[in-house]
C-alpha cells in the first residue's frame, strides 16, 4: 500500500497521545551494523543469551518479521519515576526499569492501539507486529535510524531532553507510512564518565559491551552461578543495574514518566535482599506478580539477594544466611549463602560452614563451602 496525505504525522501524534516520548517512522531496510553485531557474537560477549546469536541475518533485517513489511513506527516510553539515582537501600537495589509493572504487556498493548488507528486512518486491512524485546530485531539500531537518539558509549539510545531511561518499541507494519524523523549526531563527545563508573568493567571499548561481565545480565539474564571473581564487584544489586545510566550528564535533568504502570510499585521498591532470601515459591510468584523481576525466577533472585548481604560488610546478616543454608532446598542459593557467609567471615559464619559442610551432599555446594573455608584461611593468614 502507498503513502496515505501525510498519515505519518497523524500516527505520531496518536502515538504521543498513547503515552509515548517520542516517536519515529522509519521504511522497511535492513539496518546497517550488522557486521558490529555479528562481530560482538563472534566475541562470546552475549554469554548464555543464545537466542541472541540465532539468525544474526534477520535481526539487522525488519524484513523478515512480517511479510510484505513497508514501515517500522519507533517509539520510546519513559520508565524512570524518581530522578534521583537509584540509593543503595538496607540492603539491596533494584534497577529503576523494574519498580513498575512489566513493560511488555503495557507496551504491546498500547502498539495494538496505534495499529487499530493506523487501519482506521488508511482505510484498509494493515498487518502489524509490534516488537518489545520478544521479536529478533536490533532494537536500538531501529530507533537511531529513527532519530529517537544517538547510541551512547553505554550502548544506550539516548536523547538530549528525554535522558536514557525510557523503553523503545517498535511497530511493524505492511503499510507505506512515510518517513518522520532522521539520525541525530553523536553527542556523547569527549565523555567517557559511563565508561569509567562502571564497576565490573565491562565495556570492552565505547559502544561496546561485554554482557557476560555486566551486572544486568549477571542478576537477570544468567541462570548459573554467578562468577566468584565478580560476586564482590556487583555491591547491592539485587536486580539489573543503573550505574552507567545514573551517572550520564544527559540524565540530570531528564523527565520523569507519566505512565502509571511504570510508576514505582511500593511492594517492589520496598523489597531488601533479607526478605527476598527467604521468599518460598509461592511467595514468589504472588509478590512479585506483574513484575519484571519475574525474569530472574526464585532461585536466581535469591542467589542476587545472598551475593548482595555479602557485600553488605553487616555481620548482622550471618544468622539469617545460617539459616538458609540450613534449609534452602535450591543448590544454587545454598552455594551463593555459604559465599556470603565466607564474605562477612566471624566466629559464627564459620561455623555454620562447617556444620553445613558435614551435611551437604551436593558437589558443586561443597566445592562453595570449601571455597568459603578457605577465605578463613587467608583471612587468619592476612
Ligand atoms: C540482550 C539485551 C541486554 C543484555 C545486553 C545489553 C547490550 N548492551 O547489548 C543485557 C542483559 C546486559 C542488557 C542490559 C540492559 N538493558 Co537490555 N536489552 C537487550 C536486548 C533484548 C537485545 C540487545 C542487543 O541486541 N544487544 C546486542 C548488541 C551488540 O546490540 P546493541 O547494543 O544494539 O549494539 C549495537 C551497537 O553497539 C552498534 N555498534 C557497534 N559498534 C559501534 C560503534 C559505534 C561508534 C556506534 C555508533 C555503534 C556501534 O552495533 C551493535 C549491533 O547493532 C534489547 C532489546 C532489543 N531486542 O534490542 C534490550 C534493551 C537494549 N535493553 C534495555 C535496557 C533498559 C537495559 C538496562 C538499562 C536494564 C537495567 N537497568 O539493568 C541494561 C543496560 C545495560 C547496557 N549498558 O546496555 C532497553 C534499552 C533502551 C534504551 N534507551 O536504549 C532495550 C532496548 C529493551 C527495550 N525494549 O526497551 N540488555
Ligand atoms: S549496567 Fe551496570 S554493570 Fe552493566 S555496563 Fe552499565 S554500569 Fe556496568
Ligand atoms: S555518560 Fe557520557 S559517554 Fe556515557 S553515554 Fe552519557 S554522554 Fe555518552
Known amino acids: 500500500m502507498t503513502v496515505v496525505d501525510n498519515v505519518g504525522a497523524r500516527v505520531v501524534a496518536r502515538a504521543k497521545a498513547l503515552g509515548f516520548a517520542s516517536v519515529g517512522i522509519v521504511p522497511v531496510e535492513p539496518l546497517p551494523h550488522l557486521a558490529d553485531f555479528q562481530d560482538w557474537l563472534r566475541h562470546g560477549y552475549q554469554g548464555e543469551m543464545a537466542w541472541l546469536g540465532r539468525n544474526p541475518e534477520s535481526r539487522a533485517n525488519p524484513q523478515t518479521l512480517l511479510e510484505g513489511a513497508r514501515s517500522i513506527v519507533a517509539v520510546t516510553a519513559l520508565y524512570r519515576s524518581d530522578d534521583e539515582p537509584s540509593e543503595a537501600r538496607a540492603p539491596g537495589r533494584i ?4 519498580h513498575g509493572y512489566d513493560y511488555h504487556r503495557v507496551l504491546e498493548e498500547r502498539l495494538g492501539r496505534l495499529a487499530a488507528f493506523i487501519r482506521a486512518e488508511t482505510g484498509a486491512e494493515v498487518a502489524d507486529r509490534a516488537a518489545v524485546d520478544r521479536l529478533p530485531l536490533l532494537e536500538r539500531e531501529v530507533a537511531a535510524r529513527a532519530g529517537l537518539g544517538w547510541q551512547g558509549k553505554n550502548t544506550m539510545v539516548l536523547d538530549r531532553v528525554l535522558g536514557s531511561f525510557f523503553f523503545l518499541a517498535e511497530l511493524v507494519v505492511d503499510a507505506d507510512l512515510g518517513s518522520v524523523g532522521a539520525p541525530v549526531r553523536d553527542h556523547c563527545g569527549s565523555c567517557t564518565a559511563c565508561l569509567d563508573a562502571c564497576p565490573t568493567n565491562a565495556f570492552v571499548a565505547p559502544y561496546v559491551l561485554d554482557a557476560r561481565l555486566c551486572i544486568s545480565y549477571l542478576t537477570i539474564e544468567h541462570r548459573g552461578p554467578i562468577p566468584r571473581d565478580l560476586r564482590p564487584l556487583m555491591g547491592d544489586h539485587l536486580f ?15 523527565p520523569d514518566t507519566a505512565l502509571f504502570p511504570f510508576l514505582g510499585r511500593p511492594d517492589i521498591e520496598s523489597l531488601t535482599a533479607d526478605q527476598i532470601l527467604v521468599l518460598s ?7 512479585l506478580e506483574l513484575s519484571p523481576l519475574q525474569r530472574a525466577r526464585r532461585p536466581g533472585l535469591l542467589r542476587n539477594a545472598a551475593v548482595a548481604l555479602g557485600n553488605s560488610g553487616d555481620t548482622r546478616w550471618v544468622a539469617l544466611l545460617g539459616h538458609v543454608l540450613a534449609t534452602e532446598a535450591e543448590p544454587l542459593v545454598r552455594g551463593h549463602v555459604a559465599w556470603a557467609l565466607g564474605a562477612l567471615g566471624g566466629r559464627w559464619a564459620w561455623r555454620a560452614l562447617e556444620k553445613a559442610q558435614l551435611a551437604e551432599e551436593d558437589v558443586y555446594v561443597l566445592e562453595e563451602l570449601e571455597a568459603a573455608l578457605g577465605a578463613r584461611n587467608a583471612k587468619r593468614e592476612g
Not at 281 to 287: M, P, V, Y
Open 240 to 254: 539489573g543495574c543503573d550505574i552507567c545510566q545514573d551517572v550520564c550528564p544527559w540524565n540530570r535533568k531528564a
Open 95 to 98: 534497577a529503576s526499569y523494574a
Open 281 to 287: 515459591e509461592d511467595e514468589f510468584r504472588a509478590r
